[in-house]
């Protein structure tokens, strides 16, 4: 009996109103070729019909691992929605649907089940939960309040390092937003899991001296010293502190050390910025010093922005030009 005459006996149960019968037959189908999407589709609906949902379950999963192989995405996504309704709470099944959308291009209908699937794995497959949480934060790179989340969900995992990538990330958009208050929260939390990471410190430090707290401000930045002696970044903000502080001219020889850093590392500007820091303080016989790091200054700009092989050639290469001349000044 070839296939043809199979699926008429199919056809002929299914008007007779026995589904059970036009299963097996369909099932026979299938079995003779099981690359026969629409048959084994037609299979799936019958078992569902009679209640059979173990065994539509396979054959949708059979079907969705075929459309997927093809980069058939959105047959994928019309299957692995009945799977859906058939398993609402099968975290493969939402992780699947999550995957498939995003690939078909249907970023916003991924996002709630990337949403599900982060939920449904962070106790459990952490390493998928990850995976979720990060999509979502590549869907919703502004979410900082889900940055967190992933972050407390990740140390709460004991997974301190990649959970501090977070509270990094958030610490250097608050510090670009002028959030200092937030950041130094952030900061606070994060020392308390690291206590000696330097760029912590510094965060920490620079909210401190945002609102005068030149004490805790010190005590942090004492320690990002000790364990950066050339970091111009910490250099600078102990500078500053002392300069906030009651005794500015304690900043004097901080500042000499900053000129000292800053040119040896090729600093320019941040060298003549110390430099007349300290000559703003009494600090006198600076005028040579200040010419020298000021035309290092103007070469710099001439080499970075003047010469014609520096100059953009197109809009696309403009945007970030200008926005590193803004930023610079």
Same mark, same amino acid.
């Given at each position: 009996m070839d296939a043809n005459q199979i699926e008429q006996k199919a056809l002929r149960e299914l008007q007779r109103g026995? +589904?059970?019968? @036009? @299963?097996? !037959? =369909? =099932?026979q189908l299938v079995k003779l070729n099981p690359r026969d999407k629409r048959v084994r589709s037609k299979l799936a609906d019958l078992y569902v019909k009679v209640g059979r949902n173990k065994d539509a379950d396979r054959q949708f999963r059979q079907l969705v691992k075929a459309y997927r192989h093809e980069g058939n995405h959105r047959a994928a996504i019309a299957i692995l929605q009945r799977l859906e309704e058939?398993? $609402?709470?099968?975290p493969e099944i939402i992780s699947a649907l999550a995957a498939t959308y995003f690939s078909a291009g249907f970023k916003k209908e991924a996002t709630p089940y990337f949403e599900? +699937? =982060?939920a449904m794995n962070i106790r459990g497959d952490v390493a998928k939960a990850i995976e979720a949480g990060e999509m979502i934060l590549r869907l919703r790179p502004d979410d900082m309040d889900f940055r967190l989340k *992933?972050?407390?969900? *990740?140390?709460?995992q004991k997974m301190i390092g990649k959970g501090l990538t977070y509270y990094r990330q958030a610490i250097d958009e608050y510090r670009h937003k002028g959030k200092m208050e937030e950041m130094g929260r952030l900061a606070k939390r994060a020392l308390e899991l690291r206590p000696d990471q330097t760029d912590l410190l510094r965060a920490a430090a620079e909210?401190? *001296?945002?609102?005068n707290d030149v $004490? +805790? @401000?010190?005590?942090?930045?004492?320690?990002?010293?000790?364990?950066?002696?050339e970091n111009v970044e910490v250099v600078d903000l102990l500078a500053q @502190? !002392?300069?906030q502080g009651d005794d500015p001219k304690k900043a004097i020889p901080i500042l000499a050390e900053l000129a000292r850093l800053s040119e040896e590392q090729h600093k320019p500007e941040l060298w003549l910025d110390a430099l007349e820091r300290s000559k703003g303080l009494g600090r006198a016989g600076l005028d040579a010093d200040i010419a020298r790091a000021g035309m290092a200054v103007q070469d710099a700009r001439f080499r970075f922005h003047e010469l014609p092989e520096a100059q953009p050639t197109d809009e696309k290469v403009l945007r970030p030009c200008v926005r590193a001349e803004v930023m610079s000044r």
């Open positions: 026995n +589904t059970d019968k @036009a @299963a097996e !037959f =369909y =099932y058939l398993n $609402p709470k099968d599900k +699937t =982060y *992933l972050a407390e969900a *990740l140390i709460k909210a401190c *001296l945002s609102v $004490p +805790t @401000a010190l005590k942090h930045l004492q320690v990002a010293y000790a364990n950066e002696r @502190a !002392f300069e």
